[in-house]
């Protein structure tokens, strides 16, 4: 086997671990979305974005502008299109780290309903913060099961969803595979 030859199984081998860890990666965001959401208009989008990411960044430039997100920041350009999509069909918020609990309030009590879970304000006490909020929601649902998620986007916003815990314990681990961050709202 000539030197050539080496270099150009060597480099097969590279580019067959690559496509294996790319699908790999696709797989796994799939999967986060199918947890985060049941709205199929926002499932196909989200499965083309991770098909070919740059498109989808072409086609929806305007948020990545917003958030100061360039073409190839591949990795960035899925993650928000996650939050994105989920905003856009009403199954997740991003709400500023300093709003008030009116705020906070009326975009929960709008997810809650989705989930049949209640939502009383005067749960809340204006004098603290959203993770705080958030600990209480916790506690009025575990009993039924769910609880208030957030995606982590490097920012001084809550992205927030309401889901099973058992989801959210899900969506860490497959959040760790792909280097992304999701927690209880709680903790964030």
């Known amino acids: 086997m000539g030197i050539f030859d080496f270099w150009k199984k060597k480099n097969h081998d590279w580019t067959l671990k690559a496509d294996e860890k790319e699908q790999e990666s696709k797989e796994t965001y799939n999967e986060i979305s199918g947890l985060l959401t049941n709205n199929p ?7 083309e974005c991770f ?6 960044f072409d086609e929806n430039a305007e948020r990545y502008e917003e958030r ?28 500023d780290w300093k709003e008030e609990v009116e705020e906070f309030a009326v975009p929960m009590k709008d997810l809650a309903e989705k989930k049949n879970l209640t939502l009383q304000t005067d749960w809340f006490r ?10 209480i929601l916790d506690e009025k649902w575990e009993e039924q099961g769910f609880c208030v998620g957030a995606m982590d986007i490097d920012s001084d916003s809550y992205v927030l969803f309401v889901c099973k815990i058992e989801a959210l ?3 860490k681990a497959l959040g760790k595979k792909v280097n992304q961050r999701f927690d209880y709202a709680k903790n964030m």
């Open 169 to 171: 314990e899900k969506l």
């Open 126 to 135: 204006a004098e603290k913060d959203i993770p705080a909020w958030c600990k």
């Open 51 to 56: 098909d070919v990411p740059r498109i989808y």
């Open 41 to 47: 208009e926002a499932l196909s989008k989200l499965a």
């Open 68 to 95: 100061s997100i360039e073409r190839d920041a591949e990795k960035e350009i899925v993650w928000i299109a996650i939050v994105e999509e989920l905003i856009e069909s009403g199954d997740a918020i991003e709400i």
